[in-house]
């Protein structure tokens, strides 16, 4: 009877042992099953925990590097190339906006890239132009090797157009050869309308000069009406238009810097202008 009673309560403690393991079981599970929403914030916060170190890693060594001192070869290039560059800003003579306009943005030239090319617009009824000549005349004379010097008749009614067909015929002429000397019949020209009051606002007036210079009349008639005569005309005509050409003589640098007499201070300060204006150019 012992025996069947100690076993009777023994095997009860052991069912009920048994069915609080099974309890265990299922709340961990349920406990389980809660764990995804509830430490949800508990796994961001360690990401966040992670990244904040890591980026205090990553600003610790922008610091560091940044603290850093720069290698002795490598400060002396520094330091030479801003003063240098303060040195060229100082050394310049004349200022932008005062002695020349700068043109924004540039405009094409009459020739290639290959120089830096100086223009001239000029208008033979001018006395400025006339009085200009002489100074602009040397400049060319000592022209810079990477510079190209031009001259540009300015288009603004029938009278310039005429003359400036005029130019351009001499101009053609004188490249094939049937004039002798092209500056000398420039400076003709001149002479003709400023000192000895022949006008030349007529074809027949600048066929007859021509004509003392030996160029027949069908020569003449043929290279006036030419397309080549043509299409340097409305080259001049749009590059006066490009460059804002309101008063002659003007000078342009390059399709970029323009400035004359007003802006340079007087006629014989602009050669100093382009000299330097070249040497800007230069330095690109």
């Given at each position: 009877?012992?025996?069947?009673?100690?076993?009777?309560?023994?095997?009860?403690?052991?069912?009920?042992?048994?069915?609080?393991?099974?309890?265990?079981?299922?709340?961990?599970?349920?406990?389980?099953?809660?764990?995804?929403?509830?430490?949800?914030?508990?796994?961001?916060?360690?990401?966040?925990?992670?990244?904040?170190?890591?980026?205090?890693?990553?600003?610790?060594?922008?610091?560091?590097?940044?603290?850093?001192?720069?290698?002795?070869?490598?400060?002396?290039?520094?330091?030479?190339?801003?003063?240098?560059?303060?040195?060229?800003a100082r050394d310049w003579k004349f200022?932008?906006?005062?002695?020349?306009?700068?043109?924004?943005?540039?405009?094409?030239?009459?020739?290639?890239?290959?120089?830096?090319?100086?223009?001239?617009?000029?208008?033979?009824?001018?006395?400025?132009?006339?009085?200009?000549?002489?100074?602009?005349?040397?400049?060319?004379?000592?022209?810079?090797?990477?510079?190209?010097?031009?001259?540009?008749?300015?288009?603004?009614?029938?009278?310039?157009?005429?003359?400036?067909?005029?130019?351009?015929?001499?101009?053609?002429?004188?490249?094939?050869?049937?004039?002798?000397?092209?500056?000398?019949?420039?400076?003709?020209?001149?002479?003709?309308?400023?000192?000895?009051?022949?006008?030349?606002?007529?074809?027949?007036?600048?066929?007859?000069?021509?004509?003392?210079?030996?160029?027949?009349?069908?020569?003449?008639?043929?290279?006036?009406?030419?397309?080549?005569?043509?299409?340097?005309?409305?080259?001049?005509?749009?590059?006066?238009?490009?460059?804002?050409?309101?008063?002659?003589?003007?000078?342009?640098?390059?399709?970029?810097?323009?400035?004359?007499?007003?802006?340079?201070?007087?006629?014989?300060?602009?050669?100093?202008?382009?000299?330097?204006?070249?040497?800007?150019?230069?330095?690109?």
């Open positions: 009877m012992k025996n069947s009673l100690m076993s009777g309560p023994l095997a009860l403690l052991i069912l009920v042992a048994l069915a609080a393991c099974g309890s265990g079981e299922k709340e961990t599970e349920t406990a389980v099953e809660a764990t995804p929403a509830e430490q949800a914030p508990g796994e961001e916060q360690v990401v966040a925990e992670e990244e904040s170190a890591i980026e205090e890693d990553s600003t610790q060594v922008v610091v560091e590097e940044s603290a850093a001192e720069p290698e002795d070869d490598e400060k002396p290039i520094m330091l030479a190339r801003a003063d240098s560059t303060d040195t060229a200022k932008e906006g005062q002695h020349y306009i700068r043109m924004v943005p540039s405009q094409p030239t009459m020739g290639g890239a290959d120089k830096i090319e100086v223009a001239e617009f000029f208008w033979y009824g001018c006395p400025h132009c006339f009085s200009f000549e002489p100074t602009i005349n040397a400049w060319a004379a000592e022209i810079p090797a990477n510079a190209r010097f031009v001259r540009i008749p300015v288009v603004w009614n029938n009278v310039h157009e005429l003359h400036a067909r005029l130019f351009y015929t001499m101009e053609v002429l004188d490249r094939n050869g049937t004039l002798a000397d092209g500056e000398t019949f420039h400076n003709t020209v001149f002479q003709e309308i400023q000192t000895r009051g022949n006008r030349l606002t007529s074809e027949d007036s600048i066929r007859r000069l021509f004509e003392r210079f030996g160029v027949d009349a069908d020569t003449f008639n043929s290279t006036w009406k030419s397309f080549e005569v043509d299409q340097k005309l409305r080259v001049a005509k749009d590059l006066g238009r490009r460059y804002s050409i309101q008063g002659v003589p003007a000078v342009v640098v390059n399709g970029k810097y323009r400035t004359g007499g007003a802006e340079a201070g007087s006629y014989d300060a602009v050669p100093d202008v382009i000299d330097e204006l070249i040497t800007r150019e230069s330095q690109r």
